[in-house]
């Protein structure tokens, strides 16, 4: 196995194993009235990816739409990991959720921290986070996970940090930040 991540682990040091290995990547939003493409993760031969999610740093900017995952191979982009259209993160605040929770042909879902909130699965699932596996392309072609919104800010605002929880199914199965 070629990974070098490691568990995260809690306040009493315990390994926290339900997500798996866990990787992360700070981002400070910079489009320019544009669609905005964030590389976040690259993929490594086969995994499973059980969580990926984001929480907000700073508040967003008013036009922060259509925001979506996708899997990049370096020649198709259009590998979407949730809905490309319809979800609107417009101001959106600190302490907010962002996460894969469905199938490819739903929209992330988002949980705001203005009031608590609570969300839980459907009894079709058995996790809030829905998994996915992700292939490298053959070749060692960089495959990267990708973050991708539309703004007509100029410039946008806000930061968020976002984790991808993974289970290697190959040797050299990893992911990495970008």
């Known amino acids: 196995m070629s990974t070098t991540n490691t568990f995260w682990r809690d306040a009493n040091h315990f390994p ?50 259509d925001a979506h995952w996708r899997v990049n191979d370096q020649t198709a982009t259009d590998q979407i990991l949730t ?33 608590a909130s609570v969300y839980e699965p459907t009894t079709l699932q058995t996790h809030v986070f829905t998994p996915a596996i992700i292939v490298q392309k053959t070749g060692d072609i960089q495959t990267d996970i990708e973050y991708v919104y539309t703004t007509t800010d100029t410039p946008t605002s806000g930061a968020m940090t976002f984790y991808c929880g993974f289970i290697p199914l190959s040797p050299d199965g990893n992911v990495v930040a970008y």
């Open 16 to 65: 926290i194993v339900e997500n798996g290995l866990l990787v992360s990547k700070e981002v400070t939003f910079t489009g320019n009235n544009e669609t905005a493409v964030v590389p976040l993760f690259t993929v490594t031969g086969v995994v499973e990816v059980v969580a990926l999610y984001g929480v907000v740093k700073t508040a967003f900017g008013a036009n922060h739409t």
């Open 83 to 115: 809905k490309a259209t319809t979800l609107n993160l417009s101001g959106i605040s600190p302490n907010a959720l962002v996460f894969k929770s469905g199938l490819i042909t739903a929209a992330a879902t988002y949980k705001t921290a203005d009031a």
